[in-house]
């Protein structure tokens, strides 16, 4: 049974760049979120997808911007980069309709770098 | 005011101690809560969800305090492999987002 999975692993870009970085969620999850952690703190929501719709979304910019796909897979593209988006990128899985609905899965996450 | 708030230490402590980690939380309304362990460069894994009740799992005991908005953490003989940062973590709404404290280093040495 594979877990949530990340693409790419590390990532470097320059500022004003364009990113877009992909999730898998764990198989029969329904429901991805993403993250940002930035080194010494603690992951912070960036939104919540589900239905191919964006749910909710935690406090960043509308340069973050997301999308779900029919098979549920995830991308979040980040435009006009700026140098505090370097961060660990996570992505989060669940089953909305499931017992537990709070339990989320964390892929291995996607470290980006803009330089 | 953070949302969930965590003391980062670290904390150093020999093979075998016992460690209490506290975490506090501001919205009431917060619903859920959880401990979850990171490991160097790795992504966050569940540990053990937070009950009123209070719960145990092995050498792990964890605390909520619904009225004072408190949650614990409390490791008993701890292990080399203990080592890692531990993230005090609550859920606003059911079925909603993550809000995640910045975290708590714990180093345990021989």
């Known amino acids: 049974d594979a877990g949530v999975t990340q693409s790419p692993t590390h990532l470097i870009k320059t500022r004003g760049q364009q990113v877009t970085l992909r999730c898998s969620p764990k198989?029969?999850?329904?429901?991805v979120s993403w993250y940002q952690q930035a080194l010494g703190q603690g992951p912070q929501f960036i939104f919540q997808?589900?239905?191919?719709?964006?749910?909710q979304r935690g406090n960043f910019p509308d340069r973050f911007s997301g999308h779900q796909f029919p098979n549920y897979s995830s991308e979040l593209n980040v435009n006009a980069l700026l140098l505090g988006d370097s961060a660990l990128y996570l992505c989060?899985?669940?089953?909305?309709?499931?017992?537990?609905?709070?339990?989320?899965?964390f892929g291995p996450g996607t470290r980006l770098t803009v330089l | 005011r953070k949302e969930v708030e965590q003391d980062p230490g670290p904390f150093n402590v020999p093979e075998g101690a016992t460690v209490a980690f506290n975490c506090t939380y501001s919205?009431?309304?917060?619903?859920?809560f959880f401990w979850y362990r990171q490991d160097c460069r790795k992504e966050p894994k569940l540990l053990m969800s937070?009950?009123?009740s209070g719960n145990e799992d092995g050498r792990f005991t964890a605390q909520l305090n619904r009225a004072s908005q408190y949650i614990s953490l409390l490791i008993r003989d701890s292990k080399l492999s203990d080592s890692a940062t531990y993230l005090c973590?609550?859920?606003?709404?059911?079925?909603?987002?993550?809000?995640f404290g910045a975290g708590t280093i714990l180093r345990v040495k021989s």
């Open positions: 989060a899985s669940s089953l909305i309709s499931g017992q537990d609905l709070n339990e989320q899965f």
């Open positions: 198989s029969g999850h329904d429901t």
């Open positions: 997808y589900y239905e191919e719709e964006e749910r």
């Open positions: 919205n009431s309304a917060s619903q859920s």
């Open positions: 937070v009950y009123s």
């Open positions: 973590v609550v859920n606003i709404a059911y079925g909603n987002k993550l809000v």
